[in-house]
């Protein structure tokens, strides 16, 4: 590999592998307690050494602190996260579980709403243009432009904003005479 093109694979985030799960809600422990707690603030790492022994992060690279409320388990993260990292990524780095599934931007497990803040997402493709307008991200994909604080959603509400109206028009009804038809045909 010659010297350019090491320069320009350094300044690109990490790829990452993602692990299949047939469950995405598992991927986190659960807490057996209901009473909301706040872990505790990750100050930003001088540097972080990759696979490779390079650094993956610089102190030229500005961070921003991001608030994760994580209404499934009734918790509150806090984190920094360097503006060329992926906030999911960043945030397991530091030994912090947030659900997920996908890593590609093409899911919605770990959706959130974005309460303050911006980022930016140029890969979520498992939300539209609509639900961005409105509020919507994905860890996975997303970098933090500003301090940011979201809230994780519901995954299959956010699925069905997303793909409901192609998918179904309310409640199936179960037809008989269809089911009479294609029985007589086997």
């Given at each position: 590999?010659?010297?350019?093109?090491?320069?320009?694979?350094?300044?690109?985030?990490?790829?990452?592998?993602?692990?299949?799960?047939?469950?995405?809600?598992?991927?986190?422990?659960?807490?057996?307690?209901?009473?909301?707690?706040?872990?505790?603030?990750?100050?930003?790492?001088?540097?972080?050494?990759?696979?490779?022994?390079s650094?993956?992060?610089?102190?030229?690279?500005?961070?921003?602190?991001?608030?994760?409320?994580?209404?499934?388990?009734?918790?509150?993260?806090?984190?920094?996260?360097?503006?060329?990292?992926?906030?999911?990524?960043?945030?397991?780095?530091?030994?912090?579980?947030?659900?997920?599934?996908?890593?590609?931007?093409?899911?919605?497990?770990?959706?959130?709403?974005?309460?303050?803040?911006?980022?930016?997402?140029?890969?979520?493709?498992?939300?539209?243009?609509?639900?961005?307008?409105?509020?919507?991200?994905?860890?996975?994909?997303?970098?933090?432009?500003?301090?940011?604080?979201?809230?994780?959603?519901?995954?299959?509400?956010?699925?069905w904003?997303?793909?409901?109206?192609?998918?179904?028009?309310?409640?199936?009804?179960?037809?008989?005479?269809?089911?009479?038809?294609a029985?007589?045909?086997e």
């Amino acid at each position: 590999m010659s010297a350019i093109s090491s320069s320009l694979f350094s300044r690109l985030p990490p790829i990452h592998r993602h692990r299949l799960h047939t469950a995405p809600h598992l991927n986190y422990p659960k807490h057996r307690c209901s009473s909301k707690t706040t872990s505790e603030l990750r100050t930003p790492p001088a540097s972080v050494t990759g696979q490779n022994g390079s650094s993956s992060c610089s102190l030229s690279v500005p961070s921003h602190k991001v608030t994760v409320h994580d209404r499934q388990r009734d918790i509150v993260h806090e984190f920094f996260v360097p503006e060329d990292q992926y906030i999911l990524h960043t945030a397991e780095s530091q030994n912090i579980s947030l659900p997920f599934a996908c890593r590609h931007g093409c899911c919605t497990s770990c959706a959130v709403r974005v309460k303050s803040g911006q980022l930016r997402q140029p890969e979520a493709l498992g939300i539209s243009a609509e639900l961005k307008s409105k509020g919507y991200a994905l860890l996975c994909v997303g970098f933090p432009s500003s301090d940011l604080e979201v809230e994780t959603q519901d995954e299959d509400e956010v699925y069905w904003l997303q793909f409901g109206r192609y998918f179904a028009r309310g409640p199936v009804e179960r037809d008989d005479y269809a089911l009479e038809l294609a029985m007589g045909d086997e």
